[in-house]
């Protein structure tokens, strides 16, 4: 009962006598808001317009917040808050770009379009307004011109970038079920038997962890031979409770079975032949859940009729836009969701706007009736993950940061992601939520990288306007377009209009550097100082 | 019990009135096709059925000795450095002089010996490799060959255990032009009467057949027996239960009968049997041996 009590306690209070209780989010102000909603949906900081349209009508954010759902960019951004979650951004797969005699310049670009094909196939299904469960029923999927080079999907000739694409190989139309960047994430072996990607499924889909309820052994339970585990899994009631749902699932998924690991033909195509192999393997019919499938093609129809689905999906789209994980407390929240999901016809960017109208989402800070509970739960501030830095800095200085092909903050091989507070999908599964010490050692770098950048773009070089609206390098503090410029890069990196106080400590710092060293590495000094600060990392 | 607890109290938690239970449902069931596994509804006729396996048959009867073969061929143009090292090799990539490249990994042993008259010939083969000839058509493989065979006069046996993906763009066979996958095991025999091979597992070349304990054979009154499959273009698989007369009943698998059908399978069936050796020809006792 103390449960139920807690359970209801969030809740408006059903007696109209008894005030309400303070609530315990205190939302961020409008203009911090939108940033926050940018950052997220589009992986930048809003623009001058946005801010002058909010400033001129705050009634505008709703709307402005929904026109970030229809920018381009938010699709660049759902791949990767889901890689923070579906963990297929790895490094280096099974199957290599030298498996296919690709250049060795194309390493990164390889690893990176085989690990997003998942999620760029959810990310698409989300934007074009498909119903959610396409995910796991469409026959197409996303790929690149390298993918349809060395994958059996059917790439348009001429085309470049992510198009969509239909698998030539006879793989079931199961969506995201049928990836292979997902497959080659998740890998399985002979004894392993498709039992992790069952596994892998349940818990990315339905949000249920089959390895977190207790394994007890006991003394029945011989675990030293094949066989002896084999029959405790069948029939030891401690295994049972799981196994009796791991292996049906895992017996659906053996067209994906290889019989040479590492190997490119093997990996890249789809077995059907193999699709009976997990009864004979296992012991066991394919079925969800208690429900006989006739194969994997049954299986993504399955989870698209189960209502753990969608809870999952509210879930984590929640968890994904409030930074933390969900917890028990948050269940009538997330049931506001799904319903919210359900009637507005599945389209996940109905979710996403929902999520941006929650408290959790807009809270800047806490109640000072917050308990220690409370702000260790929610994170009121938000640090940019490495794509968001990434993005943030190619928009405002056209700066990106690459070596030998890869990109610095999107990999941890030749690269800074880890660093940088990133999830490589393998020893890191979460992003970092506060920075630390490597954090402000990339960040320096990335931030000096990117004002050295667009001063000798813009300034030395004359080239196009990009970060520096006003000035050019004979323009000195006092002057109109010194000031007018400095307010122009708060607003546009912080959201925010800069004070008296501020203005003139930037001046100084300006002045401090033009002194010894001349104008342009005075303004690279100032933009790689307010590329760092707190303002603009945090969000 | 926290699950139940919540539902309890959420009548009380949403003040915009929460749509009731059974409203929530329909919601869902509208979002979500209605499934359910008993539903599963054949695509297919007999016909259908029919047709794919005599389309599926015109690929030819996929045979270990081409892929061993294609595999021999390419090693004859070993040129000393390239791949050098016997018929194995290992993580390599190189160019022959005369323009053949090898890259990959590969293992090829054969062993015969006699015994009581009867030669026993076996080999394995372990392919991870892609190999390219001078006018670009490549031959790629991940998977495994296994052929145990007894030859003798009177009896020929063998046991077959094949594995992995094959594909070679220049070969003239079209299920290994097109590619094939498999993960199939073989048995045969044959003497002075006849031959027979039986299968268990599957291959996919073009579309994805298996076999249940199928069992091939020469004897004109029985060509097939046993449990065919084939999947169908949406992943549900029809059976054929092929009876010596080459015809039988058809159905989804696990579902509905689907009526009887005879497709013309001998040409294929026959090529079957060229997976099983032939007897080795009686030596003729000349006399000469023993000399003047």
């Known amino acids: 009962m103390i449960l139920l009590a807690l359970a209801c306690a969030d809740g408006p209070a059903t007696d109209s006598s008894s005030a309400p209780p303070e609530a315990l989010h205190v939302p961020l102000s409008d203009e911090l808001l939108l940033r926050r909603m940018s950052l997220d949906l589009r992986g930048v900081p809003p623009d001058l317009e946005d801010l002058d349209a909010l400033e001129a009508d705050p009634g505008q954010l709703d709307g402005l917040r929904d026109s970030y759902l229809d920018d381009p960019l938010l699709e660049d951004r759902l791949v990767a808050m889901f890689a923070d979650r579906w963990h297929t951004r790895i490094d280096e797969f099974q199957v290599v770009y030298g498996d296919y005699d690709l250049p060795q310049d194309l390493e990164f670009a390889f690893a990176r379009d085989v690990g997003e094909e998942p999620l760029r196939l959810m990310a698409w299904v989300a934007v074009t307004d498909q119903p959610w469960p396409a995910i796991v029923t469409t026959d197409k999927t996303r790929a690149t011109p390298l993918l349809g080079q060395v994958w059996p999907v059917d790439y348009p000739e001429g085309e470049q970038g992510w198009q969509t694409v239909t698998w030539t190989d006879l793989r079931p139309p199961v969506g995201v079920l049928a990836s292979n960047g997902l497959w080659w994430r998740y890998t399985t072996n002979a004894s392993n038997m498709n039992r992790a990607r069952a596994a892998t499924l349940v818990r990315l889909l339905l949000c249920q962890d089959m390895l977190s309820r207790p394994v007890s052994l006991e003394g029945s339970v011989s675990l030293e031979d094949e066989d002896g585990t084999a029959q405790a899994i069948k029939n030891a009631p401690s295994c049972v409770a799981c196994h009796s749902s791991i292996e049906p699932l895992a017996s659906s998924l053996f067209g994906f079975w290889t019989t040479v690991e590492y190997n490119a033909l093997e990996s890249a195509t789809y077995h059907p032949e193999r699709e009976s192999l997990g009864v004979a393997y296992l012991e066991a019919e394919p079925a969800y859940f208690g429900q006989p499938l006739s194969g994997l093609s049954d299986l993504g129809v399955a989870i698209a009729n189960d209502p753990r689905f969608y809870r999952c999906a509210a879930e984590s789209a929640a968890a994904m836009l409030w930074h933390r994980e969900v917890e028990a407390e948050d269940f009538a929240s997330i049931e506001e969701l799904r319903q919210d999901f359900i009637q507005g016809e599945l389209a996940y960017r109905g979710l996403l706007r929902a999520v941006t109208d929650t408290a959790e989402y807009r809270a800047g800070a806490l109640a000072d009736h917050a308990t220690e509970e409370d702000l260790d739960r929610e994170p009121t501030l938000r640090l940019l993950s490495p794509d968001q830095f990434a993005s943030s800095l190619l928009e405002l200085t056209g700066f990106s940061w690459t070596s030998h092909g890869f990109d610095q903050l999107a990999n941890d091989k030749i690269g800074h992601r880890i660093l940088l507070g990133g999830v490589d999908g393998y020893q890191v599964t979460r992003p970092q939520r506060d920075p630390g010490l490597t954090w402000t050692l990339v960040v320096e770098r990335a931030s000096q990288a990117a004002a050295d950048y667009a001063v000798e773009s813009e300034l030395v070089g004359g080239g196009a306007p990009r970060l520096f609206l006003n000035v050019d390098l004979a323009h000195q503090p006092g002057d109109a377009e010194f000031t007018a410029e400095l307010e122009q890069l708060h607003r546009r990196l912080y959201a925010t209009r800069a004070d008296e106080a501020w203005q003139s400590a930037v001046q100084d710092l300006w002045l401090e550097v033009e002194a010894d060293e001349g104008p342009a590495e005075a303004w690279k000094a100032v933009v790689s100082a307010l590329l760092r600060d707190p303002a603009f990392v945090g969000y | ?292």
């Open chain 2, 1 to 292: 019990m926290l699950i139940p607890l919540i539902l309890a109290c959420s009548p009380t938690t949403d003040p915009k009135g929460t749509p009731t239970a059974s409203s929530r449902d329909t919601a869902l069931d509208l979002a979500a096709p209605a499934w359910s596994a008993d539903d599963a509804v054949a695509a297919w006729d007999a016909q259908d059925i029919q047709a794919a396996l005599e389309l599926n048959a015109t690929l030819g009867f996929a045979n270990p000795e081409s892929i061993r073969r294609s595999f021999l061929d390419f090693m004859t143009q070993d040129d000393g450095t390239c791949p050098s090292g016997g018929e194995n090799f290992g993580s390599l990539k190189c160019t022959t002089e005369s323009g053949y490249t090898f890259s990959g990994i590969s293992i090829y042993q054969e062993r015969s010996s006699s015994v009581d008259g009867a030669r026993q010939q076996s080999w394995t083969h372990v392919g991870d490799y892609k190999l390219t000839r001078p006018d670009g058509t490549s031959f790629e493989s991940g998977g495994g060959l296994v052929s145990s065979a007894t030859v003798g006069t009177g009896l020929a046996e063998i046991d077959l255990k094949l594995r992995g993906s094959w594909i070679d763009a220049g070969s003239n066979m079209g299920w290994f032009r097109s590619g094939l996958s498999w993960l199939l095991l073989g048995l045969g025999r044959r003497d002075a009467e006849v031959g027979e091979l039986t299968l268990d597992g599957g291959v996919t070349t073009g579309r994805a057949v298996y076999f249940d304990d199928v069992r091939f054979s020469t004897d004109p009154d029985c060509r097939i027996e046993g449990t065919l499959s084939i999947q169908g273009d949406d992943g549900h698989w029809y059976d054929w239960q092929a009876g010596c007369d080459g015809c039988g009943p058809t159905s989804l698998q696990g579902g509905e009968e689907l009526g009887s059908i005879c497709p013309a399978l001998d040409t294929w069936a026959a090529a079957a049997m060229l997976l099983v050796p032939g007897l080795e020809p009686e030596v003729m006792d000349t006399g000469l041996e023993d000399g003047p």
